[in-house]
Antibody, heavy 123, light 107 residues
Framework: EVQVLESGGGLVQPGGSLRLSCAASGFTFRDYAMSWVRQAPGKGLEWVSTISENGDSAYSADSVKGRFSISSDNSKTTLYLQMNSLRTEDTAVYYC????????????????WGQGTLVTVSS | EIVLTQSPATLSLSPGERATLSCRASQSVTRYLAWYQRKPGRAPRLLIYDASNRATGIPARFSGSGSGTDFTLTISSLEAEDSAVYYCQQRSNWPLTFGGGTKVEIK
C-alpha cells in the first residue's frame, strides 16, 4: 500500500526557516515524481514544487522560487521541502503527493497524498 | 500561468440527480486536465486524469470530458458520499495550476 507521511510543520516567525519531510513507502520511490501542494486557510489547493523521478529536474511556483527548495533522498525514500525566508502568506497545510506514471513518463497529477503538516508563520 | 476557472461555485442537488461541473482554462491545455475530490479532513482524491481517464478505484458514475479550454466532470447519479469540493488541475504547462473549486452539496 502506498503511504506518504509528512512531518516538520510548526510555528515559525516571519523570515524564519523550516524543513518539511515526507516519508514514502509501498512503491519504488526513485521511479516517481514527487511534489508539495499546499492549502492556506479558507483557500484552494496551490501547487508548490515538484521533483522529477531520479531527482533530475525540479520545478517551483513563482511564489516560492528562490525561497523554497525541494529535494529527495532515494536511500531514505524521503522527500524534503526546505523553506527559507518564510512569510505570513506561506501559512498553510502542506501536502506531499506522488505522481503516477502515464504513457511516455511521469504524469504530473497527484494520485497519492499524505494527511498534511501545518505550517504557521506568525510573530 | 494558465488560469483555471471552475463553475458553478456551489451546486446543490438531490441524491440520484446528475451533477455537471465545468472547468475552463485561460489557454489550451490539450487534454492534460485532472479532477480531484476533497472532503473535509481528508486528503484530495484523484478522480480523473488526462480529461477522461478514471483513476484506479474510481466509480463509473464519475466521468470526464473535454479538450482544449473547456472541460466537464459529470457525476451521473449523485450519492450522499459525493458531497465534497471538486478541483480541476492542469499539467500542460509549468507552473501546475488548480481551479478554485466547486462545492457539491447533497440536499
Amino acid at each position: 500500500e502506498v503511504q506518504v507521511l509528512e512531518s516538520g510543520g510548526g510555528l515559525v516567525q516571519p523570515g524564519g526557516s523550516l524543513r518539511l519531510s515526507c516519508a514514502a513507502s509501498g512503491f519504488t520511490f526513485r521511479d516517481y515524481a514527487m511534489s508539495w501542494v499546499r492549502q492556506a486557510p479558507g483557500k484552494g489547493l496551490e501547487w508548490v514544487s515538484t521533483i522529477s523521478e531520479n531527482g533530475d529536474s525540479a520545478y517551483s511556483a513563482d511564489s516560492v522560487k528562490g525561497r523554497f527548495s525541494i529535494s529527495s533522498d532515494n536511500s531514505k525514500t524521503t522527500l524534503y521541502l526546505q523553506m527559507n525566508s518564510l512569510r505570513t502568506e506561506d501559512t498553510a497545510v502542506y501536502y506531499c503527493a506522488k505522481s503516477p506514471l502515464c504513457s511516455g513518463g511521469s504524469c504530473y497529477v497527484f494520485d497519492s497524498w499524505g494527511q498534511g503538516t501545518l505550517v504557521t508563520v506568525s510573530s | 500561468e494558465i488560469v483555471l476557472t471552475q463553475s458553478p461555485a456551489t451546486l446543490s442537488l438531490s441524491p440520484g440527480e446528475r451533477a455537471t461541473l465545468s472547468c475552463r482554462a485561460s489557454q489550451s491545455v490539450t487534454r492534460y486536465l485532472a479532477w480531484y475530490q476533497r472532503k473535509p479532513g481528508r486528503a484530495p482524491r484523484l478522480l480523473i486524469y488526462d480529461a477522461s481517464n478514471r483513476a484506479t478505484g474510481i466509480p463509473a458514475r464519475f466521468s470526464g470530458s473535454g479538450s482544449g479550454t473547456d472541460f466537464t466532470l459529470t457525476i451521473s447519479s449523485l450519492e450522499a458520499e459525493d458531497s465534497a469540493v471538486y478541483y480541476c488541475q492542469q499539467r500542460s504547462n509549468w507552473p501546475l495550476t488548480f481551479g478554485g473549486g466547486t462545492k457539491v452539496e447533497i440536499k
